[in-house]
């Protein structure tokens, strides 16, 4: 089992940055890959960013690319996410997973196999 614990969540206002970190234990050699995700009030969880484990692959939703950036410490089994030029509309609660298949599936909330508790991101306008 693979224990995720995020941070780094806050209140910023628009324009502002922040940087979440995932940090990753208990088996954490058996990753293939992690991804962050993002759920406001009233809308399903959707995708935001995903990293292969050995980092060859990245993914972004078209919303953040440009603005967001995601990024794995190898020493520390931390993945990071690197978000600027932050909008109202990305309040949100963000969580990251990570799944333990060689899937293409990146992008989709049910290819990933654990979860963490959620960091709280709002942008103030």
């Known amino acids: 089992q693979v224990q995720l614990v995020e941070s780094g969540g806050a209140l910023v206002q628009a324009g502002g940055s922040l940087r979440l970190s995932c940090a990753a234990s208990r088996n954490s050699n058996s990753i293939y890959a992690m991804g962050w995700f993002r759920q406001a009030p009233g809308k399903e969880r959707e995708f935001v960013a995903a990293?292969?484990?050995?980092?060859?692959?990245?993914r972004y939703a078209n919303s953040v690319k440009g603005r967001f950036i995601i990024s794995r410490d190898n020493a520390q089994d931390t993945v990071y996410l690197q978000m600027t030029s932050l909008t109202p509309e990305d309040t949100a609660v963000y969580y990251c997973g990570a799944t333990l298949s060689r899937t293409v599936w990146l992008e989709r909330v049910f290819a990933y196999d654990y979860w963490g508790q959620g960091t709280q991101v709002t942008v103030s306008s």
């Open positions: 990293i292969t484990w050995d980092t060859r692959d990245t």
